[in-house]
């Protein structure tokens, strides 16, 4: 790093054109570009030795650890003001240069402000929420948005959690977050289902981490160095088989698929040209059937898709024996894919897979219930896991939850299945991922069975499913018991339990600690967590029920009886509909009337693009 002209340049040397600026709107007394020299001996950045002494040292070297300081000796009169803006970003010194003269006045960088503000604002009033419930209005209308919004732009490796850990896109993670939002962010979810498409192998499974990098055409030539400190792997080798292939990955992407287009109307999306990972090219059409086609054949013995390498908790392997949850993952995958061939009109496609889901839900229906609760997968070994008759890992709530939400569950079964979870899982800060939780190692099982009892994977309120359960309790209508599971889940009532929780009230962690640990109600792992996107999305689309179809706007809530009313603005396809439902006989879920503009309609259709309208549902 160096310093000339105002701006401290550095160099990253190994990385082609890889530089850094930090510069200021004034003249420099001094400045550090070296860390240890800004610091000083036995220093650390609470007492820097800069400081201190009052004055940097001019420090700049080629290697060693580097830091961006900038001296202004300054002499303030009483009541005397002075502003200096400070500029740190991605470029050469010439980069920096220009930023430097940009803001040099600093009107110009209240009018950035503004429009940062105005960015957001544009997002946030795409959906706008008046509930009884505050604690919902404030983190829907804001917060859970934002959340969402930063998975989907960084995905969830930008992360102190995970740095060196990991590179490129979670599969599974970026197909979900990208489910979620397509209303404030079509374009970046577009991106986002596009590289999980070129991610996708020719035979229907996706590479679980990758770098959308390795698809990209390369601009610019190769300096031709090999690091000696990298173990090089081909293009070739990236291409994982389907035995390190983990169940759930691609089966998240065909909601993502419907959901973009029933939001934006892009049907001709569905007939895009797009390559796969390894070979050929397919229409995204096609590449949603190889993704069915793939867990039609991966099922084991007992006609139950297969784990593989992992589903969706990745630590619980089952020593690659059959998931619960991938059969009921499965299973809605295909409903919204039936959907979507029926719209486009390939009814020998609907017809096909809908064969296929017939065969899926009985076989679920025959093999997975457990008198009171569906079983959460059996073992390579033929275990079943999750039994009521199991000392540890009795129930789970990943498959108990989709059995419901996907459809696949009789009303009997479904009902008796939310009940096991309200009953065996609930607690105040949401719904433990399993109970009791596993103190014996069980490879069988899965490394889950090695995690300390009550942390993550193993019996803690996991944050991420939470939202299934919501959305689960409102497809049977259960309104009042959907909020409290909200509410518990919830960052904004915990703020008055801080000393407990230890993380930020307005967002949703990764886990929260279980029961059977010390720390219960501990807090970890903010904001980089699929929760925040489907948080929004069960809490709009099922507990508000306000979901975007292929054309039509569906309003069926499912919301506590005590509610009387509540609003939304909802911007959907350029249009603006102002909602208000209103809920005269208590109920909790069911629809007896809608106006639109003040006339009864069965149906809300696409409006155009720029219009106003008033939405009237009265409940009953």
Request: glycine fraction near 8%.
């Amino acid at each position: 790093s160096s310093f000339e002209d105002g701006v401290i340049e550095e160099d990253l040397f190994y990385e082609p054109d890889g530089y850094q600026y930090f510069t200021a709107n004034f003249e420099p007394d001094g400045f550090d570009c070296m860390r240890d020299r800004f610091l000083g001996r036995y220093h650390t950045e609470s007492d820097p030795q800069a400081v201190i002494n009052g004055k940097c040292s001019g420090s700049s070297e080629k290697g060693g650890n580097h830091c961006g300081a900038l001296q202004k000796n300054i002499i303030l009169q009483p009541g005397e003001e002075v502003r200096y803006i400070f500029m740190l970003g991605e470029g050469n010194r010439a980069q920096g240069k220009k930023m430097r003269s940009k803001y040099a006045d600093p009107s110009m960088v209240d009018l950035a402000g503004k429009q940062l503000q105005d960015y957001w604002e544009e997002k946030f009033a795409k959906m706008q929420i008046r509930t009884p419930n505050e604690g919902m209005n404030t983190m829907i209308n804001t917060w859970t948005l934002y959340q969402s919004e930063i998975n989907v732009m960084f995905s969830r490796f930008a992360s102190f959690i995970e740095v060196g850990g990991r590179t490129g896109l979670g599969y599974r993670d970026t197909a979900q977050d990208a489910m979620t939002i397509p209303h404030s962010n079509p374009a970046k979810c577009r991106e986002r289902i596009m590289q999980l498409l070129h991610g996708l192998v020719s035979a229907g499974y996706g590479l679980h981490l990758f770098d959308p990098a390795w698809f990209e055409e390369k601009k610019e030539k190769e300096d031709g160095f090999k690091s000696p400190t990298v173990i090089p792997v081909s293009d070739k080798d990236r291409i994982h088989g389907p035995q390190d292939a983990c169940a759930d990955d691609a089966l998240w992407l065909i909601a993502s698929i419907t959901e973009y287009i029933r939001e934006t109307g892009e049907t001709d999306f569905a007939d895009m040209v797009v390559p796969y990972a390894d070979q050929g090219t397919g229409t995204v059409y096609e590449h949603m059937k190889a993704i069915l086609n793939f867990s039609e054949r991966e099922v084991g013995n007992n006609g139950i898709c297969k784990g593989l390498r992992a589903d969706w908790n990745d630590c619980l392997n089952l020593g690659g024996g059959e998931s619960a949850m991938v059969s009921f993952l499965f299973y809605w995958a295909l409903q919204n894919f039936i959907e979507l061939a029926e719209y486009l009109g390939r009814t020998d496609d609907a017809a096909h897979y809908r064969q296929i889901a017939d065969i899926v839900q009985k076989n679920c229906d025959n093999v997975l219930w457990d008198k009171e609760w569906y079983i959460r997968g059996i073992t390579k070994k033929g275990k079943r896991i999750g039994t009521a008759a199991d000392e540890e890992g009795k129930i789970h709530l990943e498959s108990n939850a989709w059995a419901v939400f996907s459809g696949a569950a009789s009303k009997e079964k479904a009902q008796k299945a939310m009940e096991s979870v309200d009953r065996y899982l609930y607690t105040p800060y949401g719904i433990l991922l399993n109970t009791p939780a596993y103190t014996k190692a069980n490879p069988d099982i899965g490394f889950i069975t090695k995690v300390y009892p009550g942390l993550k994977e193993n019996s803690s309120v996991f944050s991420h499913p939470n939202p299934w359960a919501w959305a689960a309790e409102c497809r049977l209508g259960n309104g009042d018991v959907a909020m409290r599971f909200y509410d518990a889940l919830c960052p904004y009532y915990q703020n008055d339990l801080i000393e407990i929780r230890e993380a930020e009230p307005y967002s949703y962690c990764q886990f929260i600690v279980g029961k059977e640990h010390t720390a219960f109600g501990r807090a970890r792992h903010p904001f980089m967590t699929g929760s925040g996107g489907w948080a929004y999305f069960a809490a709009t689309r099922y507990m508000l029920g306000i979901r975007p179809d292929y054309e039509e706007l569906i309003i069926d809530p499912c919301i506590p009886a005590e509610w009387e009313n509540f609003e939304v603005d909802r911007q959907w396809r350029g249009a603006l509909y102002r909602i208000q439902v209103t809920n005269p006989f208590h109920i909790m879920k069911g629809v007896q009337k809608i106006l639109l503009d003040g006339r009864e309609v069965s149906k809300i259709p696409v409006q155009k693009s720029k219009t106003v309208h008033r939405i009237e549902v009265i409940m009953g």
